[in-house]
């Protein structure tokens, strides 16, 4: 059992805005650093943002003030506000939760953004 599933990906237009949600469960999710990777086709997944549980943020420089990642503890969900979108943030959005050595990974979404 997958205990996180991502939704929100689709297609989007260069410039447009898309918001990607993570619903968490079965995990204490408030203790878990949340992160959103990408993978580009034939290319390794890389890292897009990341939140510790005290909230501190950490972003890929392409995508730094054009995306925005936020947690909301209550919700159990993890966001990812995306701004100004590129043909380039086009990749499968994978979330991830990860604390004390345990690491878990969503089954991705799918964004494309079209020029």
């Known amino acids: 059992q997958v205990p996180l599933v991502e939704s929100g990906g689709g297609l989007v237009q260069a410039g447009g805005s898309l918001r990607l949600s993570c619903a968490a469960s079965g995990i204490i999710f408030s203790v878990h650093t949340m992160a959103w990777y990408r993978q580009h086709p034939g290319l390794q997944r890389e890292l897009v943002a990341s939140i510790n549980s005290g909230g501190t943020t950490n972003y890929a420089t392409s995508v730094k003030g054009r995306f925005t990642i936020s947690r909301d503890n209550a919700q159990k969900t993890v966001y990812l506000q995306m701004n100004s979108v590129k043909p380039e943030d086009t990749a499968a959005y994978y979330c991830?939760?990860?604390?004390?050595?345990?690491?878990?990974w969503g089954q991705g979404t799918q964004v494309t953004v079209s020029s």
């Open positions: 991830t939760a990860s604390w004390a050595g345990h690491e878990y």
